[in-house]
C-alpha cells in the first residue's frame, strides 16, 4: 500500500526567508501524481502544486517550487519569500494513476515569523 | 459558482442522532470522495465514487452510508453518532489530477 510521509510536525521561518517542507512517500508503481496542499485556520483545503511523475521537470507556481526526486521518492516543497498569509498547515499527497486513491501526509504546520 | 459545496457548514447534535451531509459539485467531474480530518488535522479517505459507482470503502463503520444520486451528488448519512464522529468531513471532487475539495463540514457530537 502506498503511503506518505512528513517527517516535520512544525516549522518556522523568518518572513521573506525561503523554506523547504519534506514529503517521501513509497508506492511500486511508475506514473502518479503529486501534490501538496495548504490548509489555512479557515480550514478550506487549497492546491498549491502539482507534479505528474512522468515529468522530470519540477514544477514552479509564483513563490512555490518542488523538488522532485522519483528515484528516491521524494517531493519537498520550497516557499521563497515567506509571506504571513502562508502560515498554515501544508499537507504533501499521492494519487495513483491506477485508482482513485488519494492519501496525505499527517500536514506540516508553517509558522512565518514576522 | 461554488466548484465543490456541502452544507452544513457546522453541525452539532447529540449522541445516537442520525444526520447527513450533502455534497454537490458543479465541475463536471466523474470521482467523488468524502474524507475524515480529525483533531490531529489527519485526512483519512471514507469514500470514493466514480458516476455514482463506489469504487473505494475503506474501513469505515458501517454507520455511515454514503449516497450518489448522480455524478454532481455525493452525500453522507450517518446513523447513530457517536462522540468520536467528531470531526471535519471534506467532500471533493476529481478527474485524474489533483481533487478539489469543498469548504467541510465541522461536526460536533455531544
Known amino acids: 500500500a502506498q503511503t506518505v510521509t512528513q517527517s516535520q510536525p512544525e516549522m518556522s521561518v523568518q518572513e521573506a526567508e525561503t523554506v523547504t517542507l519534506s514529503c517521501t512517500y513509497d508506492t511500486s508503481e511508475s506514473d502518479y501524481y503529486l501534490f501538496w496542499y495548504k490548509q489555512p485556520p479557515s480550514r478550506q483545503m487549497i492546491l498549491v502544486i502539482r507534479?505528474?511523475?512522468?515529468?522530470?521537470q519540477n514544477a514552479t507556481e509564483n513563490r512555490f517550487s518542488v523538488n522532485f526526486q522519483k528515484a528516491a521518492k521524494s517531493f519537498s516543497l520550497k516557499i521563497s519569500d515567506s509571506q504571513l498569509g502562508d502560515a498554515a498547515m501544508y499537507f504533501c499527497a499521492y494519487r495513483s494513476r491506477r485508482d482513485d486513491k488519494i492519501i496525505f501526509g499527517k500536514g506540516t504546520r508553517l509558522h512565518i515569523l514576522p | 459558482d461554488t466548484a465543490v459545496s456541502q452544507t452544513p457548514k457546522y453541525l452539532v447534535t447529540q449522541m445516537g442522532n442520525d444526520k447527513s451531509i450533502k455534497c454537490e459539485q458543479n465541475l463536471g467531474h466523474d470521482t467523488m470522495y468524502w474524507y475524515k480530518q480529525d483533531s490531529k488535522k489527519f485526512l483519512k479517505i471514507m469514500f470514493s465514487y466514480n458516476n455514482k459507482e463506489l469504487i473505494i470503502n475503506e474501513t469505515v463503520p458501517n454507520r455511515f452510508s454514503p449516497k450518489s444520486p448522480d455524478k454532481a451528488h455525493l452525500n453522507l448519512h450517518i446513523n447513530s453518532l457517536e462522540l468520536g464522529d467528531s470531526a471535519v468531513y471534506f467532500c471533493?471532487?476529481?478527474?485524474?489530477?489533483?481533487?478539489?475539495f469543498g469548504p467541510g463540514t465541522r461536526l460536533t457530537v455531544l
Open positions: 507534479q505528474e511523475a512522468y515529468k522530470q
Open positions: 471533493a471532487s476529481s478527474q485524474p489530477g489533483p481533487p478539489f
